[in-house]
């Protein structure tokens, strides 16, 4: 992907520049939040990449690189906010992760994954690099056992610090459920801890657990329900003893691949506590997936169009 420079435009009205900048900061503020938890870039569970697990892809095994346009709205006019890129190799292996941010390029990030072998999932190592100096800022080394994850050994680059933070993320479980995600200091005591339980319900759909310990004390709770295709339905967290449940309600509509007719189940609404937050209408290629998405949030019990996203699909036929 080539990395792209976005400048602000200076607008006649004052009053527009300060709402325009206070929108863009705001949505770039809960985007760079959720980008990871204490390294700010992707987990270190390959389970937990959700850039990789909600792709939203009809049949991924057609497609060479995604690449993912966010802009926000204000006053029908559009203003980036950030790009991701996703790419895979011949034999469906993902092996790209790029995220551009259009209002700050010191978030810039680019993940480039390496496999133990050519036709597996079992990561062998992640690097990370400023796309702009190319220069490192991590390096994930990862020890893998006969079932899961073992160890990652941990090589940090700080700015102007000649020699980098080195730690160690280590993984116990079993073959059937559980697995403990223990972060470590470069000082070797425990910066937090991840207990994860994943289980099939009676009714056919998964449910992943996670708890998240921070100096031995229970954070946050979290509880992802899966349906059978394993598209999200219900998304419950507890936070310093406060709930809340995200419900996500899809549209089914008819695909073909390989000239097969499929249901495939496409994102419509996001509901939170029981009311109503986002709605999202669709444009599509003529392979089935979508290449416009626009977004609609529920302001003072009226639908507002806020976002657009927009994808440029390449595809290997």
Same mark, same amino acid.
């Not at 892809?57 to 993912?68: A, C, E, G, P």
């Not at 190799?89 to 010191?106: A, E, K, R």
């Not at 597996?120 to 796309?131: A, D, L, R």
């Given at each position: 992907?080539?990395?792209?420079?976005?400048?602000?435009?200076?607008?006649?009205?004052?009053?527009?520049?300060?709402?325009?900048?206070?929108?863009?900061?705001?949505?770039?503020?809960?985007?760079?939040?959720?980008?990871?938890?204490?390294?700010?870039?992707?987990?270190?569970?390959?389970?937990?990449?959700?850039?990789?697990?909600?792709?939203?892809?009809?049949?991924?095994? #057609?497609?060479?690189?995604?690449?993912?346009?966010?802009?926000?709205?204000?006053?029908?006019?559009?203003?980036?906010?950030? %790009?991701?890129?996703?790419?895979?190799?011949?034999?469906?292996?993902?092996?790209?992760?790029?995220?551009v941010n259009?209002?700050?390029?010191?978030?810039?990030?680019?993940?480039?994954?390496?496999?133990?072998?050519?036709?597996?999932?079992?990561?062998?190592?992640?690097?990370?690099?400023?796309?702009?100096?190319?220069?490192?800022? %991590?390096?994930?080394?990862?020890?893998?056992?006969?079932?899961?994850?073992?160890?990652?050994?941990?090589?940090?680059?700080?700015?102007?610090?000649?020699?980098?933070?080195?730690?160690?993320?280590k993984y %116990?479980?079993?073959?059937?459920?559980?697995?403990?995600?223990?972060?470590?200091?470069?000082?070797?005591?425990?910066?937090?801890?991840?207990?994860?339980?994943?289980?099939?319900?009676?009714?056919?759909?998964?449910?992943?657990?996670?708890?998240?310990?921070?100096?031995?004390?229970?954070?946050?709770?979290?509880?992802?329900?899966?349906?059978?295709?394993?598209?999200?339905?219900?998304?419950?967290?507890?936070?310093?003893?406060?709930?809340?449940?995200?419900?996500?309600?899809?549209?089914?509509?008819?695909?073909?691949?390989?000239?097969?007719?499929?249901?495939? #189940?496409?994102?419509?609404?996001?509901?939170?506590?029981? $009311?109503?937050?986002?709605?999202?209408?669709?444009?599509?290629?003529? $392979?089935?997936?979508?290449?416009?998405?626009?977004?609609? $949030?529920?302001?003072?019990?009226?639908?507002?169009?806020?976002?657009?996203?927009?994808?440029?699909?390449?595809y290997k036929?």
């Amino acid at each position: 992907m080539k990395y792209k420079v976005f400048t602000h435009t200076i607008e006649n009205s004052k009053t527009k520049v300060r709402k325009t900048t206070k929108n863009i900061l705001t949505i770039l503020g809960c985007v760079v939040a959720n980008l990871g938890f204490a390294q700010n870039y992707i987990p270190y569970y390959p389970a937990d990449w959700d850039f990789k697990n909600n792709a939203d892809l009809v049949d991924f095994s #057609q497609v060479k690189s995604v690449t993912t346009k966010y802009l926000t709205l204000d006053e029908n006019e559009e203003h980036p906010v950030y %790009e991701t890129y996703l790419s895979w190799n011949n034999t469906y292996q993902l092996t790209d992760y790029q995220f551009v941010n259009y209002n700050n390029s010191y978030a810039d990030f680019d993940v480039q994954i390496k496999y133990v072998n050519p036709n597996g999932n079992q990561i062998n190592s992640v690097k990370i690099i400023n796309p702009n100096t190319l220069k490192p800022l %991590e390096e994930w080394q990862y020890a893998n056992g006969s079932f899961d994850v073992e160890k990652i050994s941990v090589k940090r680059y700080l700015l102007n610090v000649p020699e980098p933070d080195v730690f160690e993320v280590k993984y %116990e479980g079993n073959d059937d459920d559980y697995t403990q995600e223990t972060v470590y200091t470069p000082q070797k005591t425990i910066e937090r801890q991840t207990k994860r339980w994943y289980k099939r319900n009676d009714n056919g759909t998964y449910q992943l657990i996670k708890k998240l310990y921070l100096d031995n004390f229970l954070d946050q709770t979290d509880s992802l329900v899966l349906g059978e295709n394993q598209k999200k339905q219900a998304h419950y967290i507890i936070n310093l003893g406060i709930a809340g449940k995200t419900s996500y309600q899809y549209q089914t509509r008819k695909v073909k691949v390989f000239g097969d007719e499929h249901d495939y #189940q496409q994102l419509e609404r996001i509901v939170k506590d029981g $009311k109503d937050t986002e709605r999202y209408e669709y444009e599509y290629d003529t $392979k089935g997936n979508w290449i416009v998405r626009k977004t609609y $949030k529920m302001k003072n019990g009226k639908w507002e169009y806020t976002d657009i996203t927009r994808r440029e699909i390449e595809y290997k036929n």
